[in-house]
């Protein structure tokens, strides 16, 4: 059974660079999409970028650049990093693992199959 | 990107009440729609993906349909562990986008 486990500080300074690891237990990482999704206090989902295995990545605009999300396979962990934070940064942040389902030939549908549990970042001097 | 609209944003029921959910997308994306229930300071859950599909392990009170734009989330005979908030995900494309939330309340 795959686990999720994110990990990195949980304080970050205005302007500096937030990193965080998420380390993939009881399967392999080379398969599937592995995003970052984060949730600011009291609010809804915000999907932040995936990478593929491979290496492809697919990066949410909204966050104009800042992103970066690489795999390490010889450690089974993915990671992100998010430069230049503010207080708008402040969130939980959570990795999850996207999975494909063929229906028919040419169909396919994706979701969010296993998350981790989440891990706090707040941005203040 | 795709804008996702849930309804209600909030709603209260009693245990054994049918309740549901609904979610509209901006533009059609087909089937690529997933449900997933959050309790409070917890990961999201997946319950449904490609809009009707129930994962694997879900109870199946659990229920979803809908394509193109409308999409339903209902959950027949609400049970006590079911108090939570449920985000509909659209995965047609990228960026992927959430609803706001739908969260479930005791009466």
């Known amino acids: 059974q795959v686990q999720l486990q994110e990990s990195g500080p949980g304080l970050v300074k205005p302007s500096e660079t937030l990193s965080l690891t998420c380390t993939v237990s009881g399967g392999s990482i080379s398969s599937n999409y592995w995003s970052w999704i984060r949730q600011p206090p009291g609010k809804g989902l915000e999907w932040i970028g995936y990478i593929y295995f491979s290496g492809n990545t697919n990066y949410n605009p909204s966050l104009k650049g800042r992103v970066t999300i690489s795999v390490g396979t010889s450690k089974n962990q993915f990671s992100l990093r998010l430069s230049s934070v503010t207080a708008a940064d402040t969130a939980v942040y959570f990795c999850a693992r996207e999975r494909r389902t063929v229906t028919a030939p040419g169909f396919y549908y994706y979701y969010l199959d296993v998350w981790g549990r989440g891990t706090t970042v707040t941005v203040s001097s | 990107d795709i804008q996702m609209t849930q309804s209600p944003s909030s709603l209260s029921a009693s245990v054994g009440d049918r309740v549901t959910i609904t979610c509209r997308a901006s533009?059609?994306?087909?089937?690529?729609l997933n449900w997933y229930q959050q309790k409070s300071g917890k990961a999201p859950q997946l319950l449904i993906y490609?809009?009707?599909s129930l994962q694997s392990g879900v109870p199946s009170r659990f229920s979803g349909s809908g394509s193109g734009t409308d999409f339903t989330l209902t959950i027949d005979s609400l049970q006590p562990e079911d108090f939570a908030t449920y985000y509909c995900q659209q995965s047609h494309n990228t960026p992927r986008t959430f609803g706001l939330g739908t969260k479930v309340e005791v009466k």
């Open positions: 490609a809009a009707s």
């Open positions: 533009e059609s994306i087909s089937i690529s």
